[in-house]
């Protein structure tokens, strides 16, 4: 199930809740991948640390091959790397991603990436691919082929402004590429129960009929250090209350 983590805001902490759910997955003994559409590279540094690599084979690679007339045939895989962590694959980022992106478009090379999901669908248990913070080639590329959609919301009226179009762009590629796609849930991050704002923002979306998921991921400054030392948290400190919601939150989205 190819899960799709997306916002077209940034800062809504969509590399940290894509690696961190996908850790819990392969700490849960699932082969685990991690797809890193994001130029910016937040996942694969979250993921590889100290071990990430100027040369290593990255997502970049996977959609330059889709531009040439190479008579060998290459694999998804063959762009994949491991992590420090059992059961955790990644197929890192890269800055080229954004030079590639025109040419993608125009040699219209929207369905690559669907074709590479189905061709690993047999290795992997669980694939999560994080996202631009913007509706673009590669964001619709990872919407068309994957499954589900899971979207942060970080409880600021600018991201909520943006949710309802982000709904309705979502639904259109469902409309007209994706008949498969999901959405499968609001991801509220950041949450400050004692503050009036984000009770009240939350408790509008829920009255308003959006799939708001529980529970709903704490505030901590944990998450900084976890950064910081390229560890999710289920490996840094796995009783801490935040990892407590991350794996709740994770058992909510394998029962769906």
Known sequence: ???????????????????????????????????????????????????????????????????????????????????????????????????????????????????????LAGDYDRIYIDTPPALNFFTRSALIGATGCLIPFDCDDFARKALYTLMDNVQEIRADHNPKLVVEGIVVNQFQPRANLPQRMVAELIAEGLPVLQPYLPSSVKIRESHEQSLPMIYMDPNHKLTQALVALHAVLQRA
Do not use: W
Not at 17 to 41: E, H, K, M, W, Y
Not at 42 to 60: E, I
Not at 96 to 105: D, I, R, V, W
């Open 1 to 119: 199930m190819p899960l799709v983590v997306f916002n077209q805001k940034g800062g809504v902490g969509k590399s940290t809740i894509t690696c961190n759910l996908a850790a819990i997955s392969a700490s849960q003994g699932l082969r685990t991948l991690v797809i890193d559409l994001d130029p910016q590279g937040n996942s694969s540094s979250y993921l590889l640390g100290a071990q990430a690599k100027a040369d290593q084979p990255n997502v970049a690679g996977f959609f330059e091959h889709s531009l040439s007339y190479s008579f060998r045939t290459v694999l998804p895989s063959e762009f994949i790397v491991a992590t420090p962590h059992e059961n955790l694959h990644l197929m890192p980022s890269s800055p080229g991603l954004g030079e590639l992106e025109s040419k993608l478009e125009s040699r219209q090379k929207i369905y690559k990436l669907r074709e590479a999901l189905q061709q």
